[in-house]
């Protein structure tokens, strides 16, 4: 019989493979960002110890199928070599995904720094009933798919509009994707509740009639795919700076860990208890 | 109120994203600081990206309207 403990390897990434005393290693790659010092190495290690390949999974992550688990120690010494670390599996936090944030023309928030101050504090918050996925997305064109992670956070924007500076030329209104601006003539009107916070007016205005007031973060709770999917709610609209967004993961882990049921994913502990009663528990 | 002289001309109707942006970028290329160019832009995708990008590289948007269902874009050359 091996000398290994599966569990105990599944929850530092090790996955057993069908084939006898085999294990992919999924790595912690936050926001799938790989700089190109590790990539040889990745290269090197996947050639000595695996079969010459490695597996990019959903979540931006990077495994390497066929390693012998009598080659643990090394592979582990070899990936820290280049700064590169385990990822995790079991009902703990997982790697965050971000999408490339602020460099995107879409972009309204910094996603990759934020990625990992959130994967800094968490990744690996252990004691929850089931796995936890975290996704940061820059803006509401949603590429990381924030409703799909069980907390995903959505890059927003709020604005201003400078009337004086507006030549009424209809680009927001035609950019809109809600519908929430018009224009009669000499005369805009913008419906608040319909916007989705997305910018595109901001960018698109050659004016600078409409401004960016400030920048936050939406956030959704809840979501998950698998074997029953379920997209995430929306629990809070706009939530400004890292410390009041970093305060709610944290509350929002100590509150699954207390009222989720052993086995049970975060959506289906809020549908059970409710989404006010979340919301109200860790705002 | 007159309108500007218009230095240089390009319709992109019918053009996707990028490649009409690219082209605007390339006309732009061929004109001096200060030079007008007029864009003709289908509404949708490509009015919603062109604008913001041209935005982005510095140059001015001197003027924007709708004709028959495109956009019709002046744009003021950079002084780089």
Sequence with gaps: MADYDVKDLKRVGFMKQKEKDLFSIRLRVVGGYVSADQLPKLAEISRKYGRGYIHLTTRQGIEIPFIHFNDFEKVRGELAEVGLSIGACGPRVRTVTACQGEICSHGLIAAQELALMVDGRFFGYDGLPHKFKIGITGCPNACIKPTENDLGIMGVVEKEFIEERCTYCGLCVDVCPVGAITIEGDKLSYDHDRCVKCGDCIFVCPMDAWVKKRAGCRIYVGGKMGKFPHLGHEAFDFVEGEDPVLRIIERTLEFYRERGEKGERFGDTIDRLGLDVYVEAVK | ?80
């Design chain 2, 1 to 80: 109120m007159s309108e500007v002289a218009v230095d240089a001309k390009l319709d992109l109707k019918g053009e996707v994203c990028p490649y009409n942006f690219v082209k605007t970028k390339l006309k732009l290329e061929e004109l001096e600081a200060g030079q007008v160019l007029e864009v003709i832009l289908d509404e949708g995708e490509p009015v919603r990206n062109v604008p913001r990008s041209v935005k982005e590289e510095g140059h001015e948007i001197i003027k924007v309207e709708k004709v028959n269902g495109a956009f019709r874009l002046l744009i003021r050359k950079a002084a780089i």
